[in-house]
């Protein structure tokens, strides 16, 4: 199987696509941040006092749901997504956050009167975060985060006796609370560690593998930073 595929509980490779992949979603915020940010060498020895008033941070991250799968023969919880964040820092500890995520997928399958059936439930959201900054050091920053995210849940489901899947989806707003410590690697650039967390209420179609109900998540991330 090729570097750029990703293995289906089937045994089928699907090719990945490189937006939604870690090592395409850190190349990106690499390049968008050599472009937009001087040169480390050249920076001076600034902290987290320098003011600065907004910041766009992208992460790479892996997602873990807390899903049901009863009576599923293969179940994968785990998968890899992204953030996207923008930020109006308002005071010296407090800022508004714009996230946009990508969270994963359930992927199941099982044994049924049709024959194999395969499952899947893709999560993608779009919140608002306000977090509260605290400079542990020179260098080092913790934030703490709450706010609220529209959570975007798209079902696929495939049966063995038809050849075309059958798809749906639904929005839900849900809570989102988060953790980060950075590391300011000079003035206009940091690195990132995130723990995320939100629980949305899954609505499976009838027969589907995935089970429904409160579902939380927890997505772990790791990024840059630039601010301006």
Known sequence: MGKGSKEGLTGVAYPAKAWTSPAGAVGAALAALVLCAPAVGQAQAGGWETPRSFSLGLAAAATHWRAGCSGATACDRNDTGWRLTGAWQFAPQGALELVASDQGRVRAEALGDQGLRSSEVHVRGLGVNLAWLLPLTPQW???????????RARWTETVATSLSPEESSRTRTDPALGLGLSWRLSPS????????????????????????????????????????
């Open 141 to 151: 920053q913790f934030a703490a985060r709450a706010g609220v995210v529209g959570n």
């Open 189 to 228: 650039v940091s690195i990132d560690g995130r723990l995320d967390w939100t629980s949305t209420r899954l609505a499976p179609p009838a027969q589907s593998v995935i089970g429904g109900g409160s579902t939380p998540s927890h997505q772990w991330g790791l990024g840059l930073t630039g601010y301006f």
